[in-house]
């Protein structure tokens, strides 16, 4: 159980373009999602924190006009990086709560690279 | 402000050879602390959850404990395919993001 898919697993874009990355809960529902980027060698990152039908939180620092985020049902939630550059190269991760379980426990996906070119 | 630092930061051993790792924090009011492992390339997995002061948790060669100010990571006779990044995380009481460490990158020789 607690499984959370993410399409694609790598893209290579161009840049100016925008891509547009899924997360989906496959067997629980999750109210909450939340969005990562990891850099090599380094620890996630918290981009910003996704809740069923409202606006996400991001954190200080990130863009909320680059990276767009939708969390329009309780199993799926989409990360756009618009305009893309190769500065936002990296890779993203994406977790999701169970909404029913009384933990606090996030599950992963299992990433999306991304390379700007 | 809520702090999770982990030692330490590579740790290499051979087939058999047991260890632990460390997580230490600092946090206004613990939520709870959670142990993944991250394979390179991939997501984190999910290893254990614990609540409160000595908890314990187990799980194949894995066992974790809490004291107020640590976490440990047991490893008892690891294998090659233990080799991976293992994160400590907490979440703070009141909030919802994962506070993480830097991680501990464990590698077992055969």
């Known amino acids: 159980g607690a499984v959370v898919s993410q399409h694609p697993s790598r893209v290579i874009c161009k840049s100016g373009t925008s891509v547009k990355i899924e997360c989906r809960s496959l067997?629980?529902?999750?109210?909450?999602m939340f969005w990562y980027r990891q850099f090599p060698k380094q620890s996630l990152m918290l981009m910003a924190t996704s809740n069923e039908g409202s606006k996400a939180t991001y954190e200080q620092g990130v863009e909320k006009d680059k990276f767009l985020i939708n969390h329009a049902s309780l199993t799926l939630s989409t990360l756009t990086v618009t305009s893309a550059h190769p500065e936002d190269s990296s890779f993203y991760i994406c977790?999701?709560?169970?909404?029913?379980?009384?933990?606090?426990?996030?599950?992963f996906g299992p990433g999306t690279r991304l390379l700007v070119l | 402000e809520d702090q999770v630092t982990q030692s330490p930061e590579a740790l290499r051993l051979q087939e058999g050879e047991s260890s632990s790792l460390n997580c230490s924090y600092t946090?206004?009011?613990?939520?709870?602390l959670f142990w993944y492992r991250q394979d390179p390339g991939k997501g984190p997995e999910f290893l254990f959850t614990?609540?409160?002061a000595g908890e314990e948790k187990e799980k194949e060669r894995l066992k974790a404990t809490l004291t107020k100010k640590e976490s440990f990571l047991h490893i008892t006779a690891p294998k090659p395919e233990d080799s991976a990044t293992y994160l400590c995380a907490l979440v703070a009481r009141g909030a919802q993001k994962l506070v993480f460490g830097q991680g501990t990158r464990l590698t077992i020789n055969p």
């Open positions: 946090v206004s009011g613990l939520r709870g």
């Open positions: 614990l609540y409160s």
């Open positions: 977790s999701a709560r169970d909404f029913l379980a009384e933990k606090e426990t996030q599950y």
């Open positions: 067997d629980f529902q999750a109210t909450t």
